[in-house]
């Protein structure tokens, strides 16, 4: 009896969930199609860094991303894609004429959570493994963080949301403007994917 009741009350409790919270939406274990995979880079302008103690802003006029996605179908949309250390930045400057090469360390991963049909709307994550912040007045380190990212089959458009880093540290120079400790937020604008993708999810 006890058995039976708690099996009433964990699909009472479920029911309630999904009335209130809407359907759940696609796991990243789930199965994903992406056509044709393979080599990508993503082609965009704009990025900022952004200091959130002292509100210090580096900025980078374009950027290029370099990246692989898995191909075919009954993909996991876990590490369905990444991006490699060969992607680059240009024009990257902050006050007091501090300016950086910047380079990214560790694994950012791609991870497809969500998919809205009709649209071709695939929404997810990239979890960034780090970047590093090179100049002669000042240099830092960022060791990962998190994006929110949409894409587009319409358009090949991937845009992303704001995004967050852990704390920074390495600091060498910046005046103050730039301290170990310190959080930050991270802000790309749109780019265009090529060869364009087609992510589906069933």
Not at 60 to 68: K, N, V
Not at 142 to 169: H, K
Request: proline letters at 6%.
């Amino acid at each position: 009896m006890r058995r039976r009741l708690s099996s009433i009350l964990v699909a009472g409790v479920l029911t309630i969930a999904t009335a209130v919270f809407g359907a759940v939406p696609a796991s990243a274990a789930d199965p994903w199609t992406v056509t044709p995979g393979g080599p990508f880079r993503i082609n965009g302008g704009g990025f900022s860094l952004t200091d959130n103690s002292t509100g210090t802003q580096v900025g980078c006029t374009t950027w290029s991303l370099s990246g692989q996605f898995k191909s075919g179908s009954g993909l996991p949309g876990y590490d369905i894609g990444r991006l490699f250390a060969s992607s680059t930045f240009s024009g990257c400057a902050a006050p007091l004429g501090m300016t950086f090469a910047v380079t990214m360390g560790g694994t950012w991963r791609i991870d497809a959570l969500g998919y809205q049909s009709p649209g071709g709307m695939t929404s997810g994550t990239i979890t960034n493994g780090g970047m590093r912040f090179s100049g002669p007045l000042c240099s830092f380190t960022l060791s990962g963080g998190i994006i929110p990212i949409t894409y587009s089959n319409n358009n090949a458009e991937m845009r992303f949301d704001v995004g967050s880093s852990s704390a920074i540290s390495g600091v060498s120079g910046c005046f103050g403007l730039i301290s170990n400790g310190d959080r930050t937020t991270l802000r790309f604008g749109s780019g265009f994917v090529v060869p364009p993708q087609i992510i589906t999810h069933p």
